[in-house]
């Protein structure tokens, strides 16, 4: 497919489309009738992307708040059929294997290893320590020292004194030893877990953004139409319900003029 002709397709709608662009950050992106194209799109995807745009855009059409709520299946496609969702899912995972967020969930693992080793270290000397519960020869200890501090930030500036005579300190959760040398090596590994549990708790974070973003309808049904281009085949496998109703739709004209545009594109 000629990406001129596809653009020019789109500009005939009415729609501005620009491909030398930022696209905020993303590789491509919809509002208002605007199609942007990030210049950073490898030239034997702009097609695919341009697809997925449009899919917003006609998805716009049938749901004009969909930017703000993120559509609904049951509109998109007529039905509430519970597969559907599963099935499209494992097209936007095809499309898209950032979706699977393997990095990030091999990230949360290597985290939780590390924490179980600080776990260990603190049990050589306090053998009945949980995370669960308080651990008060800790907490006692913690609330003289100013590594206090690091149970909250990995690195901490500190300062002291009055209005014309201040110190300041630097502390960092990588020089316990240095800053804090008679402090027990249990604690230290008290601090670090703690540490560590902050790092967890922002990659699940991070991973339950990705989520809620690629489970949005209206990025479920764009990765179908974006899916649907790089191998018709494969996606008609993995998810023969929903494309069955899609192609239904389809030729009902209820997605308008996405017909003409597969069309386009030998679809």
Same mark, same amino acid.
């Given at each position: 497919?000629?990406?001129?002709?596809?653009?020019?397709?789109?500009?005939?709608?009415?729609?501005?489309?620009? !491909?030398?662009?930022?696209?905020?950050?993303?590789?491509?992106? @919809?509002?208002?009738?605007?199609?942007?194209?990030?210049?950073?799109?490898?030239?034997?995807?702009?097609?695919? !992307?341009?697809?997925?745009?449009?899919?917003?855009?006609?998805?716009?059409?049938?749901?004009?708040? =969909?930017?703000?709520?993120?559509?609904?299946?049951?509109?998109?496609?007529?039905?509430?059929? *519970?597969?559907?969702?599963?099935?499209? =899912?494992?097209? !936007?995972? &095809?499309?898209?294997? #950032?979706?699977?967020?393997?990095?990030?969930?091999?990230?949360? %693992?290597?985290?939780?290893?590390?924490?179980?080793?600080?776990?260990?270290?603190?049990?050589? %000397?306090? *053998?009945? @320590?949980? $995370?669960?519960?308080?651990? +008060?020869?800790?907490? +006692?200890?913690?609330?003289?020292?100013?590594?206090?501090?690091?149970? $909250?930030?990995?690195?901490?500036?500190?300062?002291?004194?009055?209005?014309?005579?201040?110190?300041?300190?630097?502390?960092?959760?990588?020089?316990?030893?240095? %800053? @804090?040398?008679? =402090?027990?090596?249990? @604690?230290?590994?008290?601090?670090?877990?703690?540490?560590?549990?902050?790092?967890?708790?922002?990659?699940?974070?991070?991973?339950?953004?990705?989520?809620?973003?690629?489970?949005?309808?209206?990025?479920? &049904?764009?990765?179908?139409?974006?899916?649907?281009?790089?191998?018709?085949?494969?996606?008609?496998?993995?998810?023969?319900?929903?494309?069955?109703?899609?192609?239904?739709?389809?030729?009902?004209?209820?997605?308008?003029?996405?017909? +003409? !545009?597969?069309?386009?594109? #030998?679809?």
């Amino acid at each position: 497919m000629n990406k001129a002709e596809l653009i020019n397709y789109f500009i005939s709608l009415g729609l501005e489309v620009h !491909t030398g662009t930022k696209a905020r950050g993303h590789q491509g992106f @919809f509002i208002k009738n605007r199609i942007d194209i990030s210049k950073n799109v490898p030239e034997n995807k702009v097609v695919q !992307t341009l697809l997925h745009e449009f899919a917003h855009y006609i998805h716009s059409k049938i749901e004009p708040d =969909m930017n703000k709520t993120g559509g609904s299946l049951k509109v998109l496609f007529q039905s509430e059929n *519970p597969v559907y969702k599963e099935e499209l =899912m494992k097209v !936007t995972n &095809f499309v898209d294997e #950032n979706s699977l967020c393997i990095r990030l969930y091999e990230h949360k %693992d290597r985290i939780k290893s590390k924490i179980k080793e600080q776990e260990k270290i603190i049990r050589q %000397d306090y *053998p009945n @320590f949980m $995370r669960s519960k308080k651990f +008060k020869e800790f907490d +006692k200890y913690i609330r003289k020292s100013q590594a206090k501090y690091l149970l $909250r930030y990995d690195r901490v500036k500190v300062v002291e004194g009055g209005f014309f005579k201040k110190t300041v300190k630097l502390y960092s959760i990588d020089n316990i030893e240095a %800053d @804090f040398p008679d =402090m027990p090596k249990a @604690f230290m590994s008290c601090i670090r877990l703690k540490s560590l549990q902050r790092k967890q708790a922002r990659v699940s974070a991070r991973i339950n953004r990705y989520k809620k973003y690629y489970e949005k309808p209206t990025e479920l &049904f764009a990765r179908l139409v974006e899916g649907l281009y790089i191998d018709r085949e494969w996606v008609e496998a993995i998810a023969p319900n929903v494309t069955k109703q899609f192609y239904d739709l389809l030729n009902d004209g209820y997605y308008m003029e996405l017909k +003409k !545009t597969l069309q386009l594109c #030998n679809l």
